[in-house]
């Protein structure tokens, strides 16, 4: 029988654990392939008590005889790809086969100075507090047709045809526009040849592997990076990244048809968190806020800044849940909210007295919605130690079925700690 696709994907603003997530599905899967995004990602799995941070890589790389795949649709830092293999492999912990799409875009040097250059000199309220790893624009040559590709680096005429093009005009916008340095073509053209030599032996056609391996009956499971709601088209732009972190993303990243899908699993923290600017109706930025950070130790795993927290948006979700077709929910975190009296969830909003069932996506109106919050009961207990949903306390199975209620999706995957070890499954 054909293989199946299961796609994970962010269902708020990143960082919902979907790295664990992965992992934790990771027995049943044969092919895991990432699909967009790059190392703007930061993808946390830690297994028997050791912490793992995946920014290009997919999450599957700790399963021995699995295959991983990096698809046409991310945009890949060599230096940073090679860093994580490199960190991996002195570990012994590169154990899946890597196959890298010769299609998918190259992160250059220029496309981070120029990300940096571009957030500087946005003004007050404007800044969208990028990560700084050239995610956006190394789309923007995607999309302008001269990006250069992985496929690029392995050869050497066509790579400096491509870099002497790039250069002029990029070095012409660093001096005119940001007032920066140039950019040596010599010192860039041999980084990046080296980067060709170090990656060739990875290069391949993603969609060809995937197709190959669900013909054998192998399950594959697509990775999403950051999330819906920073989605390019269906996120809170222009708050957003430069790509389609939704699942319809991962068809087109790593060409496969939508029929091949069988399950979108959304990955949602039990409250929110949210890092850079833009919209967050439900953020608190007073002490609960701050609780939920301490508890959650709400830090970026690539940056390291301090995440906005708040309460989960239920109006949020069930938007997730339609642009992404999910079909199942992997609720993580569950165990920060222990201990909490009431846990405020948001059922709705409220523009100008009028009552919003929906997430808008009017930019204007996504800033000025109030949220209508229901106030949960809490539980006291630690709930880290439980590993079925019986276990649980009475209050964290009820939450769990309002969240279930209110979706009509069901919750299959529970985390209950950030270890491997500490997750309950449902009937999955
Ligand atoms: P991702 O980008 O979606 O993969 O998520 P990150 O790795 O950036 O952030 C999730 C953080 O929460 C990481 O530090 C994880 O180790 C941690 N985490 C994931 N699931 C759980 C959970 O169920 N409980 C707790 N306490 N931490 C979790
Ligand atoms: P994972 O995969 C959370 C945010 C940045 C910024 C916006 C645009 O770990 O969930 P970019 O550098 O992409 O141009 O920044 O998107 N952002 C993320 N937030 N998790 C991520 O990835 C993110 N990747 C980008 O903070 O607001
Ligand atoms: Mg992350």
Redo the contacts with the bound molecule.
Sequence with gaps: MRGTIDVVV?AQW???????VVDALGARVDIFARYQGGAN????V?VDGK?Y?FHLLP?GMLYSGKTCVIGNGVVIDPEQLLTELRELQAQGKDRATLVISGAAHVVMPYHKIIDRAQEGARGMGKKIGTTGRGIGPAYVDKYARCGIRVEDLLDEAVLREKLEQNLDEKNSLLMKLYDEEPLAFDEIFDLALSWGGALAPYVGDASLVIDEGLSEGRGVLMEG?QGTMLDIDHGTYPFVTSSSPVAGGGCVSLGVGPLSVSRVIG?VKAYCTRVGEGPFPTEDTGADGEMLRAR??EY??TTGRPRRCGWLDLAALRYAVRVNGISSIAL?????LSGLDGIPVCKAYELDGKRLDHFPTNAGFQQNIVPVYEHHEGWKTDIAPCRTFGELPAQARQYVEFIEKQTGIPVNLI????DRS?TILRDF
């Design positions: 962010g990143g960082d919902e654990g979907k790295g664990r990602a930061g993808h946390t830690i912490k941070v999450s990076a990955v959650g130790g970026g795993a993580t975190k569950l165990d920060v985390g209950v700690g950030p500490q």
